[in-house]
């Protein structure tokens, strides 16, 4: 078990469909972060979150919109996605540290398919 | 039995040999590195870190190696087991802050 969990494991969507990815963390982590994960290749950074406050966003089309309600939850919201965008999409957590010197801790995923 | 990573992204070993995984990476700035195991349908899994600081790091059963000089890591497993299979990322921070950059992945087989 891991200690991010992301709901829901699997989502099947349309491409005209409003869905959102969700994750959360109990360990007082105040870094968190959307990773996408295509079959057989590594974890590709989308954004990251640090305070609550989004500082880093890897040039992600618009169709994907992150949310960090608070310290413990992180949302990513889809609209209008393509085939393309079908991927196991990971949240990680980490204690912030200047220079990037803590581990993330990741979740199992959420396997997404777009028809 | 050793892996090249990029250019021999797979690698069998049989039960209880010792596996080495390598990771070239890219940007003379990283300063931290990260080896993760990842099975599958699980997300990646921290196994081992090291700063720059260091050239070697030991856990249990597993050793990384470090050489700044030619970009090199490196990740020892000690007598593989059959949980040993799966595919093992190494990232690096590019000193950027909060940012992880991995590397392609090398998938472990190990034959019982």
């Known amino acids: 078990d891991t200690e991010v969990t992301q709901t829901p494991k699997h989502l099947v969507m349309g491409m005209t469909n409003k869905k959102s990815l969700k994750c959360e963390q109990h360990m007082g982590h105040r870094a968190m972060y959307w990773y996408k994960q295509k079959a057989k290749k590594p974890p590709e950074l989308m954004f990251v979150y640090s305070y609550e406050k989004l500082s880093i966003n890897e040039s992600v089309p618009s169709r994907f919109s992150p949310e960090c309600p608070n310290s413990s939850l992180l949302n990513l919201h889809l609209h209008a996605l393509q085939p393309e965008d079908s991927a196991l999409y990971l949240c990680a957590s980490s204690q912030v540290s200047g220079g990037g010197n803590q581990p993330q801790h990741f979740g199992d995923g959420t396997r997404l398919s777009i028809l | 039995g050793e892996s090249v990573g990029l250019h021999l992204p797979t690698l069998s070993v049989q039960e209880g040999d010792n596996s080495i995984i390598n990771c070239a990476y890219s940007?003379?700035?990283?300063?931290?590195f990260i080896w993760y195991k990842q099975e599958s349908g699980k997300g990646p899994q921290f196994i081992i870190d090291?700063?720059?600081?260091?050239d070697k790091r030991q856990g249990q059963r597993v050793t990384v190696l470090l050489n700044k000089t030619v970009k090199h890591l490196s990740l020892q497993i000690a007598a593989t087991q059959p949980g040993d299979s799966a595919v093992y990322f190494c990232?690096?921070?590019?000193?950027?802050?909060?940012?992880?950059?991995f590397g392609t992945g090398t998938s472990l087989t190990v034959i019982p």
């Open positions: 090291i700063r720059s600081n260091m």
């Open positions: 990232a690096e921070n590019g000193n950027t802050g909060n940012q992880f950059y």
């Open positions: 940007n003379s700035a990283s300063d931290y």
